[in-house]
């Protein structure tokens, strides 16, 4: 009786480590796909030089209206 027990007993925790190893190495398998993911969608949805030169032309224009409400506001005075 209590060989059947014990028998059973680490089959049910050989079994519970063995589900627990196979979700997390699924676990751990996802996490990799996920930063590969988002490694490549950083890298190929904007690149650094890009965001530059939109900065730049965003500055540009707001230098601009910068200057046109500072003519608009000295002939308002």
Known sequence: MIESL??????????????TSRTHSRITEM????????LRVAEDYLSKKDFGG?????????????EKLDRLIETKK
Do not use: H, N, P
């Open 31 to 38: 996490e990799k796909r996920i930063d590969s993911f988002e």
């Open 54 to 66: 939109i900065l730049t032309r965003l500055e540009r224009q707001m230098e601009k209206m910068d």
């Open 6 to 19: 014990v028998s059973a007993t680490i089959a049910v925790i050989t079994g519970g480590a063995i589900l």
